[in-house]
């Protein structure tokens, strides 16, 4: 599949995810968002940035716990949450956070 986006064909997965890692930008992250539905707060842009920096540590995306933990380490634990995470996320926190942050659909996620 594809995604059309500021005159080119991204290419994403059969769920939307991007296949190339390096297609990510912010304003794409933006674009995927409003066609989810979701208006980005600078609490969701925490969190996806966070994903993103997990990603290009271990290359692979933080499971729900991991993420939690990882936003208590990192200073922000107004966010370290699953409560706070699935109202930022209704479709889940992971999985979002991941195909906003233009990752790969994280492998523990049906």
């Not at 005159?7 to 930008?25: A, K, N, R, W």
């Not at 200073?75 to 906003?100: I, N, T, W």
Request: glycine share 6%; charged share 25%.
């Amino acid at each position: 599949m594809a995604l059309e986006f500021a005159g080119q064909l991204i290419e994403t997965d059969d769920e939307g995810y991007l296949l190339h890692v390096e297609d990510y930008s912010p304003q794409l992250r933006d674009f995927m968002a409003k066609k989810m539905g979701l208006e980005l707060t600078s609490d969701h842009i925490i969190i996806i940035e966070t994903v993103r920096e997990y990603y290009n540590q271990y290359n692979t995306t933080p499971p729900m716990r991991g993420l939690i933990k990882l936003l208590q380490r990192t200073g922000h634990e107004d966010l370290a949450s699953s409560v706070k995470l699935a109202r930022l996320f209704p479709d889940g926190a992971a999985k979002s956070a991941a195909k906003l942050a233009g990752l790969p659909k994280p492998v523990k996620c049906i």
